[in-house]
């Protein structure tokens, strides 16, 4: 017993002294995407041996600052950054392992998308951006911290700060749902929503205090660590575009607080954020910012040395850190439930889509198409999609969706096409014509999956034919066809202009009638479609892609019409008509016999960021009968080849290639700018 009270009585000095430490607080300050800089920050500060106490951070600051304090190591929080993708975050766009197969082709579609909406009650809704990805990602990285807590009681006390924008004064929060606390911090007013909590708008804290010294002083801090990503106040030559006079208010607003929490920082660790903004959220802007970060912080090495001297500590000391943190498997993530107070609203939006592209098949065309959701429940959706080219376009759609990815709907459609026909590359005719149609069919979606039936009536008006070769009049006359269809589609590819991994194939049975039931009093017209391709990625940047497509007529006495027959060429499918196949080398589009199959071969090597080049071939054969297909005397061969290079921009890919092929027996040329629509 003595012998035990006289080692307790040895160690109590040590005890009362490790309880009297002056205790250190890191404060973050807010920045955006300069905020990234705060992990190389800290892993220089554990580095150093500064024990933490306190974390206290604004917007950024407060996100990094939050996961920090629950057990995230600098390491982790590293590896998180760089790996995220931030333009689909910093957006409300649906995750595409989330969407059914439809929407998710559809989106592909266009260069813009707009929200909108006539009516809104919801605060939620005051933001250009909701957050609801964020609020997901918050909600899984704070997963154990889902009910309200204590922010002294985590591992490391934090607090952070936010802006009630109702009354303009400053909120603190010391307790709460962690994700929601972090989310209200950063809501940068006009671009993230607010949040609406408790009757307070809260917007981001860095319009109040952007560098919250005062609230780590406050908490019990004796000495503080800071770490500053706030750009400085720009003069007047400097004030040039909308991104710079928006920071310069945003830091005017609280430009007294920082200088008065400037003064009582004992470390205060100044990152060079020089040529980058709040918005520099980039692959190659993260990964510098947290490098500058790191160096930042190294610069103030010996300051960080004699604080820790100023403890008492040695030079080998490594305070106890909470973490690494146990972040949640892809399974599980799925099952944490998001705070509705920072989900933004479950309801589908209604959106504005707009494309353009310009090539050289038919120069410039423009696409505007909106849907809007009717009812409470919204299950019912009204489409209205409107195209100006030289396919001119006009189409309604109503659909209904009664479970989840079963769906129905009728459309109408109305179309003017000016097109030119090739022979061999040369211009066989020049016809205009007006095409209506009339669709009604059920779907069922899956996120990979589609399998679709229905009946189509399709009303064909020719109105003018410059014919440069005799042809045959009963291809061009007027006609009304009724045919039946059912399809199925898959597609897995990770990439709408350079897909790198996946696989896409389509199977299609159409039955053309001219009374349900017949064709020209004969047996119906069956055509059977079929499409396959795959990306495979066997070293980096490099990828192949084979492909193989066909389509075969049978029945009605092969008196195939235009609307019916098969067409080659082209750098898209269905360019002109449904039924065309493209085909390099062949820059325009030629009738084909009723049978078509073609297998192409693309390779493509990535040689510059965003910078691709490719080299194209493909082999067809054609016949009038698909058991002909591999007789001489009946049938001929294809062959076309192609070297391109593409820009994969924002607008859609910029692309031009050179080609050549047996038909046209001449080098032709092909350029285009924007998505496919």
């Not at 995750?95 to 009516?119: C, G, Q």
């Not at 950063?186 to 205090?209: K, T």
């Not at 980058?276 to 960080?304: H, M, N, P």
């Amino acid at each position: 017993m003595k012998y035990r009270l006289f080692i307790g009585l040895l160690f109590l000095p040590m005890f009362l002294w490790g309880q009297s430490r002056p205790k250190v607080a890191v404060v973050l300050s807010g920045g955006g995407a300069k905020g990234a800089a705060h992990i190389g920050a800290l892993k220089v500060i554990e580095e150093a041996g500064i024990p933490v106490d306190y974390v206290v951070g604004t917007s950024m600051g407060a996100i990094v600052g939050g996961l920090y304090a629950i057990g995230y190591t600098p390491q982790q929080l590293d590896s998180m950054a760089r790996a995220q993708n931030w333009k689909f975050l910093l957006s409300d766009a649906p995750n595409p392992k989330d969407l059914l197969l439809d929407d998710r082709l559809k989106s592909e579609r266009y260069v813009l998308s707009i929200p909108y909406s006539f009516k809104s009650g919801n605060v939620l809704e005051a933001g250009i951006i909701k957050g609801k990805n964020l609020a997901r990602l918050f909600s899984t990285l704070t997963y154990g911290y889902q009910d309200s807590a204590n922010f002294s009681r985590l591992p490391i006390p934090f607090a952070c700060v936010s802006e009630n924008l109702a009354n303009g004064t400053e909120v603190v929060f010391h307790k709460g749902i962690l994700a929601t606390a972090m989310r209200s911090s950063m809501s940068i007013p006009g671009v993230f929503a607010p949040i609406y909590l408790d009757s307070m708008v809260l917007v981001d804290g860095g319009m109040v205090n952007n560098y919250p010294v005062d609230v780590a002083l406050a908490m019990g801090a004796d000495l503080i660590v800071g770490v500053d990503v706030q750009s400085p106040l720009l003069d007047a030559s400097e004030l040039k575009s909308v991104k710079d006079i928006f920071g310069q208010i945003i830091n005017l607003q609280g430009e007294k607080k920082y200088l008065e929490n400037l003064r009582k920082t004992n470390v205060h660790i100044k990152v060079d954020v020089n040529g980058y903004s709040a918005a520099s959220f980039s692959k190659e802007a993260i990964d510098t910012l947290i490098v500058r970060g790191e160096q930042a912080a190294r610069k103030d090495w010996d300051k960080l040395v004699g604080l820790r001297n100023q403890l008492g500590l040695s030079a080998g000391y490594q305070p106890h850190r909470p973490g690494p943190y146990p972040v949640p498997s892809v399974a599980e993530s799925k099952n944490i439930p998001v705070d509705p107070q920072i989900s933004g609203p479950s309801v589908r939006e209604n959106k504005l889509n707009i494309g353009f592209r310009f090539d050289t098949e038919e120069l410039a065309a423009l696409q505007a198409n909106t849907v809007y959701y009717l009812g409470k429940q919204q299950t019912s959706q009204l489409s209205l999609t409107a195209r100006l080219g030289k396919r001119t376009m006009a189409q309604v759609g109503y659909n209904y969706q009664w479970h989840k990815g079963w769906q129905t709907g009728l459309t109408y459609q109305f179309d003017y096409k000016d097109i030119s026909i090739y022979n061999e590359g040369k211009r066989t005719f020049d016809l205009t014509f007006t095409h209506q149609l009339i669709n009604a069919g059920v779907a069922k979606d899956w996120h990979q999956i589609q399998v679709s039936a229905g009946i189509n009536f399709d009303n064909y008006r020719y109105h003018d034919m410059l014919s440069l070769e005799p042809m045959d009049a009963i291809m061009f006359k007027n006609e009304s066809l009724f045919s039946y269809y059912v399809g199925l589609v898959y597609n897995t590819m990770n990439g709408r202009s350079v897909p790198t991994k996946g696989m896409a194939w389509a199977l299609t049975y159409n039955l053309y009638t001219d009374n349900f039931f017949q064709y020209k009093d004969n047996n119906p017209i069956s055509a059977f479609y079929a499409h396959w391709q795959s990306c495979i990625t066997p070293i980096k940047n490099f990828t192949v892609i084979p492909s193989l497509d066909g389509r075969v007529l049978a029945g009605g006495h092969d008196n195939y019409t235009f609307a019916v027959s098969n067409l080659l060429g082209g750098n898209m499918p269905g360019r002109y008509m449904p039924q065309q196949i493209p085909f390099v080398g062949i820059n325009k589009a030629e009738l084909a016999s009723g049978t078509v199959i073609v297998a192409g071969l693309k390779l493509r090597q990535q040689i510059l960021k965003n910078q691709y080049i490719s080299v194209v071939g493909n082999y067809g054969r054609s016949s009038g009968e698909l058991h002909e297909l591999f007789d001489d005397t009946h049938s001929y061969d294809l062959v076309g080849a192609g070297i391109g290079y593409m820009y994969n921009s924002f607008l859609g890919p910029v692309e031009i290639q050179l080609n050549w092929s047996n038909q046209t027996k001449s080098v032709g040329w092909y350029a285009g700018l924007g998505f496919t629509f």
